[in-house]
């Protein structure tokens, strides 16, 4: 987990559902997918009122959106560590690629059983920083 070679890999990833991303500029969610999206990442919002953030049409959850757009490449979750799992359940069912889980969310259980899914799983970093060092 971790590891440069996973976070490059990850990095290249094209489509990232991100989880707890709503219309809050105070929320770290809004500015990281900001971010990717203006690297030319496709980003999909994961929230429950399945608003319309930074153009892109939300949904209340990974199944929702894999239906209509496809299956994630990356799920970033912006979510407590506590409600982390659920999400990375989710993304293993919808067949993304990896999850991604951002700064001080860390769950090793759910980690331990992404990896056991044949994911890549990124834990207490954020692809901003990470894309900044590149």
Known sequence: MNSPDEIRTTLEMPTWFVVGLGNNPERDAFWVAMFLQQRGYRIVPIYPRAEVVHGEQGY??????????????????????????RFADEAVAAGARAVWFQLGVVDDDAAARVEAAGLIMIMDRCPKIELSRA
């Open 60 to 85: 209340r959850t990974i199944a929702d959106a894999a239906a209509v757009v496809g299956p994630p490449d990356v799920v970033d979750v912006f979510v407590r560590a506590d409600r982390a799992g």
